[in-house]
T-cell receptor, first 111, second 113 residues
Framework: QQQVRQSPQSLTVWEGETAILNCSYEDSTFDYFPWYHQFPGESPALLIAIRPVSNKKEDGRFTIFFNKREKKFSLHIADSQPGDSATYFCASHNYAQGLTFGLGTRVSVFP | NTKITQSPRYLILGRANKSLECEQHLGHNAMYWYKQSAEKPPELMFLYNLKQLIRNETVPSRFIPECPDSSKLLLHISAVDPEDSAVYFC?????????????FGHGTKLSVL
């Protein structure tokens, strides 16, 4: 059973558009929600993360929106650039299970 | 990423035994082995904190980890199976609780003949 559900599996946007990636979880003990991105042939790298005390976290063009009641969080990539093309993994953490990754969203940004 | 170095970068194995090596230069206490199969997310195999094995996920017994000191991690592999073909990432974090940033090495791509 997938602990963290991520959608869509793939996403294509035009340069300048906002890409929206979604994740949901079931376990209310999760306490940390990072997003990692991974370019082809490279290792995953932390992009941005949020803790449940906040409902929004911004870092430049990247924003996490967090809804604790609905157990959902999303990543918005504003003004998407071709260089943002990568696979994005959401993840959730609790002390019992550690870090659990979603299945990933492959984002393609076309100029 | 020279902060976490892994060797070798590529590995082709038949039935031979081999060890993957990792060294981190970040002063972190926790070190991890992750397996990433094609089109899949990273999956945790092992977690060490201060040289102690903290987490040992369901991993075939042909994979044996070793942590000779807090900055080095080894993964000994014997009698590989085709399902073992994947990229093996070493990672580290400041502490054992992964509710903080994980730093990944560049990985070792294992291909099983």
């Amino acid at each position: 059973q997938q602990q963290v559900r991520q959608s869509p599996q793939s996403l294509t946007v035009w340069e300048g558009e906002t890409a929206i990636l979604n994740c949901s979880y079931e376990d209310s003990t999760f306490d940390y929600f990072p997003w990692y991105h991974q370019f082809p042939g490279e290792s995953p790298a932390l992009l941005i993360a949020i803790r449940p005390v906040s409902n929004k976290k911004e870092d430049g063009r990247f924003t996490i929106f967090f809804n604790k009641r609905e157990k959902k969080f999303s990543l918005h990539i504003a003004d998407s650039q071709p260089g943002d093309s990568a696979t994005y993994f959401c993840a959730s953490h609790n002390y019992a299970q550690g870090l659990t990754f979603g299945l990933g969203t492959r984002v393609s940004v076309f100029p | 990423n020279t902060k976490i170095t892994q060797s070798p970068r590529y590995l082709i194995l038949g039935r031979a035994n081999k060890s993957l090596e990792c060294e981190q230069h970040l002063g972190h206490n926790a070190m991890y082995w992750y397996k990433q199969s094609a089109e899949k997310p990273p999956e945790l195999m092992f977690l060490y904190n201060l040289k102690q094995l903290i987490r040992n996920e369901t991993v075939p017994s042909r994979f044996i980890p070793e942590c000779p000191d807090s900055s080095k991690l080894l993964l000994h592999i014997s009698a590989v199976d085709p399902e073992d073909s994947a990229v093996y990432f070493c990672a580290s974090s400041q502490g054992q609780f992964s509710n903080e940033r994980l730093f990944f090495g560049h990985g070792t791509k294992l291909s099983v003949l």
